[in-house]
């Protein structure tokens, strides 16, 4: 269990005092922003090969608006202006080699462990989507086509599963922009309800950087922008992750 | 899909300006809140037989806590202060033989519709809860075990999961103390993470029901209350569901 809080960690880093072997960021300067912390991360996120499965593939189950949308982003990742994220089924695949700060022990590996939003591997009844990520401007689109799964009014998307896809795509995004680890608070605004088996663009952006906290802000809506779904903004704690190797020295 | 926002509905219920079609209560007075309002809505929310599942019931994934809370909780109910609530696959089990108000068109029932908490069916690997609702005091508490298939950092519970059981509780409330149906937004400050497998206890308050709005405060800790998880607020519109039968008149 976590015997430190969130909020204490800031003030900690806030004020320098920070507990022990726990690895802080030094304050991102405005150089930093496109140098190699974000390439030597997104090098990492993205492996050139693996083993593992990514779920952020086409799959027979993705509505049309969802599949031109994915053919635009991955020609523009041609230029290398964007970049696709993949998608394990794991957090712990995402960070393989790495640990969590002193204080956060995981769990073994023994049980199915999944990330919450890839819970339904079943295609088409869940969570479908995938996130482009633009390293030198630090935004992301995320395509979110919400499943039967995923329901709360009947035939709408649930807020909640809104909130987790915005949640998740704001944690990607902090922590390959800046090193942002942990949600420190969210503030979410529903315009309209997302039909189940539509398309919400899920449009992210890091506004700034500032005491350790990456500070983001999220707006969905309709593919021709006409109908707005959701705007909400999100507050992250930039943590290093450090090297197992390192921790066994 | 839904044509007029949430935001503008509300501001349409604020000035007596309504789409046709569109039921809207009468301000709630302080008289009804223990009145036949709540009594008739959970009448029609808890019946006493039905052939669906309830998913809120312990099996043998609870963790220790959470049994013996829900023992406690279920003692409690035999005086009537508090109600479990069941749990159903789907919102659509939950409000049989009322519809959306106006504009607002269900999908049909062919597919396998699951409300998001319910999204998997695992015992123990998913979303395990059980709400209480308290009608004079307009509160609840939501006894909540995160599963392996809600992960976020390796071994806690994604943020995300918490804010989805968070809404869903809120939801649960907001409807069977004022009819409140839609979320209109929602803050959440993080201050610890919770071990998958353990319990997070969620209590939720209705502050204020104003101008067609409930607005309601969470805080979810540990048992004990040693460990604060995070604190939320939530507003809610307030729209009436109408009877499908005298539609069809």
């Known amino acids: 269990m976590m015997k430190t809080g969130l909020q204490r960690v800031a003030r900690l880093v806030h004020n320098n005092a920070l507990p022990r072997n ?4 030094p304050g991102l300067q405005q150089a930093s922003a496109c140098g190699s912390s974000t390439d030597s991360l997104v090098a990492r996120f993205c492996p050139k090969k693996s083993d593992l499965k990514d779920y952020a593939l086409p799959n027979a189950t993705w509505c049309p608006d969802m599949l031109s949308l994915y053919q635009e982003f991955l020609e523009k990742s041609k230029s290398g202006s964007w ?3 993949p998608s394990f089924k794991s957090n ?3 960070i393989q080699g790495l640990k969590l700060p002193s204080g956060l022990v995981a769990a073994s590996d023994k049980q199915d462990w999944r990330i919450f939003t890839r819970c339904i591997q079943l295609e088409g009844q869940g969570f479908e989507y995938v996130i482009f990520f633009h390293p030198f401007e630090k935004k992301s689109v995320c ?3 919400p499943g039967p799964y995923l329901e709360g009014p009947p035939g709408f998307a649930h807020g909640g599963s809104l909130v987790a896809m915005m949640d998740e795509t704001f944690s990607k995004t902090a922590y390959l922009a800046g090193e942002g680890l942990f949600t420190l608070s969210l503030n979410i605004r529903f315009k309209n309800l997302i039909p189940v088996g539509s398309l919400a663009v899920l449009d992210i952006q890091v506004e ?3 005491d350790q906290k990456l500070y983001m802000s999220c707006i969905a809506q309709s593919r021709d ?3 707005v779904y959701a705007k ?4 992250f704690l930039q ?3 450090e090297e197992e190797s390192s921790q066994e020295q």
């Open 239 to 241: 943590l290093q992750l």
């Open 22 to 25: 726990l690895q802080i960021l």
């Open 225 to 227: 922008k006409q109908t």
């Open 232 to 235: 909400s903004s999100g507050v």
């Open 208 to 210: 700034k950087i500032e």
């Open 83 to 85: 970049i696709k994220l």
């Open 143 to 145: 395509l979110f086509q």
């Open 92 to 94: 712990r695949e995402h």
